[in-house]
């Protein structure tokens, strides 16, 4: 049996690595760094994570919970190491990235039908094969794809948010809090006064940011959006979205401020803060300057800048199947961001349902296709029935699945109740289709 080439150690790869071997797939996972670097990736590790050291919502209240409830349920090696490197994040699951990074190379390295090599691939290997390079793949390997689907890429900005160093942070001006008293304490907050917002606010729109080509062609990722672009959009959007200070108790007034800027560990050691929502393209000096105006962040040092570059991914709607297969070969999957997913937990679990699907290829086992009650079946049938001409990558969201009526005579449910149902549905779903699976 020809064995099963995986491209790309990322957190895609790297769990369709394992879950193809641990079903007696013989895989060989070819990841091209350090040999061959990428502008944003930092280190040799396998499965980076590139930015932010949070993989969201651990609680089942969100559909980014029920997805990793689902991979849990399947052995997902990327939930798992990042259950053993966690650190607190009120209620969601972040990591010690190096100490993630290191769970991960240390199973994959172990595995007897695993073999590791440090090499970029230029094409797109004629045998069994899962492509996971990421929204970052290598020159050569994205023409060999388009030339193999036929399909066009598609493309739009990322950005990336500052880590500063904790020990250039003023703690007394800071205060510890989660929004709501929801899980731990684990956020730093600098609290803002209306006129403090404003002058932060006015700071980000005027500062210098670096050139970038063909900007009104490629839309940002809403979520992913550059601060000084929301500062733009209007007076008040940073204080909806990452500065709100909703929930924010500030103990120095017992009330909760009228903005907020949200620091949260970046590493077990706390030696490190990433600031929430501030991805951003500012030029580098320009950075140190602005963040220096957060009340508590006056003496800040950024130990890692904040970046945008461009982000990759297949028109998946019309070369993909929902099993992750491509449309023109039996053989050829892909996963990860590459197919439109969005998220380090959405690429592992593309990475997931590909690793599975091609390794039930190896076995001469039909595909599996999930069913659409759980997170795992929504996005491989977003990203496979999405509007060809309009699509854009997706986070895990309840959207995404199969709607659940409200009772005769109320038009939406209470945002408490919907969670629930959903959850309850994709579990039964998930265990029922297993257990039909055998
Ligand atoms: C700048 C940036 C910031 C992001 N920030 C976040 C965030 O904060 N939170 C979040 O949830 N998601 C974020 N994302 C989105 C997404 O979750 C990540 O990109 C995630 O790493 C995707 O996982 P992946 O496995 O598909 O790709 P990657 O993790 O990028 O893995 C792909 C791997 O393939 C390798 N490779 C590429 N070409 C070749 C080749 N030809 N041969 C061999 N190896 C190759 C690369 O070196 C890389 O290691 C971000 C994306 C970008 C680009």
Redesign the pocket.
Known sequence: MQELTI???????CEAAYQAAKRGARVRL????PKTP?K??QTDDL??????N???SNTLDKASGLLKWEMRRLDSLIIAAADASSVPAGSALAVDRRKFAAFITSRLKNHPNIEIER????SVPDSPTIV???????E??AASIQETLGGGFLNFF?A?APIVDADSLDFETLFLASRYDKGDAAYWNSALSEAKYDELRDALVSAEKTESHNDEDVPYFES?MPIEEMATRGRLTMRFGPLRGAGLTDPKTDRWPFAAVQLRAENAEATMFNLVGFQTRLKWGEQTRVLRLIPGLQNVEIVRFGVI?K?IFLNSPSVLKPTFGSQMREDLFF????TGV??????AAA?LMAGINAARAWNDQEPLVFPRETVLGSLAHYITNADAKHFQPMNSNWALLPPIEPPAGRKKWKKEEKAPLYVQRGQEALENFLKAEG
């Open positions: 491209i790309g150690g990322g957190l895609a790869g070819f990841e091209m760094r990428t944003i990736h499965a980076e994570l590139v930015c932010s949070s993989l969201k090499e970029e691939i230029e996971a390079s990421g929204p970052l793949t290598s050569k390997l990322d990336v992913c570059h982000n996963a990860g961001q590459l969005e998220g380090y937990v959405e690429s990475g």
